[in-house]
T-cell receptor
Framework: EDQVTQSPEALRLQEGESSSLNCSYT??????LFWYRQDPGKGPEFLFT???AGEEKEKERLKATLTKKESFLHITAPKPEDSATYLC?????????FGSGTKLNVKP | TAGITQAPTSQILAAGRSMTLRCTQD?????MYWYRQDLGLGLRLIHY???????GKGEVPDGYSVSRANTDDFPLTLASAVPSQTSVYFC????????????FGPGTRLTVL
């Protein structure tokens, strides 16, 4: 069964404390893996698309990596404004599968 | 650039009433999608459209209908609302279906009483 699992469900960090969020997937014929950020009461905001194992992309304090079974979203020296829910999704031909998200809280 | 707009922002609806959630995109994307997001269940696909004039069913289509008369608009209709349709609804679009990145609207919060 095609599915996406994100861990942990929630993560609390101190400002400056680096960590990683995990997205593991079982999908036949992966076309792409996507990371989104969602703030409370708003729609998901696109962050990264990864298409093949070994690919990496960076944006400010965020870095996304991809292997054949999982993706990591590394957050380096996070700030309180990085607090949000981070969603992972994978695409397979004509379908998108979303994980349930990791709720990140960064304390000052 | 507006991207994707949704209306209304929020709505309280009596059970049994009908309602249409509106979605418009200005990116000339071919594909459009409707999701609902519920606590603990994540985003679930209701209906999608790969191009104007075509639609398809997603994971949770029952009780909802869509139409795609043109490229820009993708309305979602609840013919007879039930309390289990209380949710936050997001419209999204992508250049093409499949592997293309989806971009989301701001959402409509619907409460069915």
């Amino acid at each position: 069964e095609d599915q996406v699992t994100q861990s942990p469900e929630a993560l609390r960090l101190q400002e400056g404390e680096s960590s990683s969020l995990n997205c593991s997937y079982t999908v036949s014929g992966l076309r792409g893996l996507f990371w989104y950020r969602q703030d409370p009461g708003k729609g998901p905001e696109f962050l990264f698309t990864l298409y093949s194992a070994g690919e990496e992309k960076e944006k400010e304090r965020l870095k996304a990596t991809l292997t054949k079974k999982e993706s990591f979203l590394h957050i380096t020296a996070p700030k309180p404004e990085d607090s949000a829910t981070y969603l992972c999704a994978v695409s397979n031909f004509n379908k998108f599968y979303f994980g349930s998200g990791t709720k990140l809280n960064v304390k000052p | 650039t507006a991207g994707i707009t949704q209306a209304p922002t929020s709505q309280i609806l009596a059970a049994g009433r009908s309602m249409t959630l509106r979605c418009t995109q200005d990116m000339r994307h071919n594909a459009m999608y409707w999701y609902r997001q519920d606590l603990g269940l994540g985003l679930r696909l209701i209906h999608y459209s790969n191009t104007a004039g075509t639609t398809g069913k997603g994971e949770v289509p029952d009780g909802y209908s869509v139409s795609r008369a043109n490229t820009d608009d993708f309305p979602l209709t609840l013919a007879s609302a039930v309390p289990s349709q209380t949710s936050v609804y997001f419209c999204a679009s992508s250049g093409d279906g499949g592997s293309d990145t989806q971009y989301f609207g701001p959402g409509t919060r619907l409460t069915v009483l």
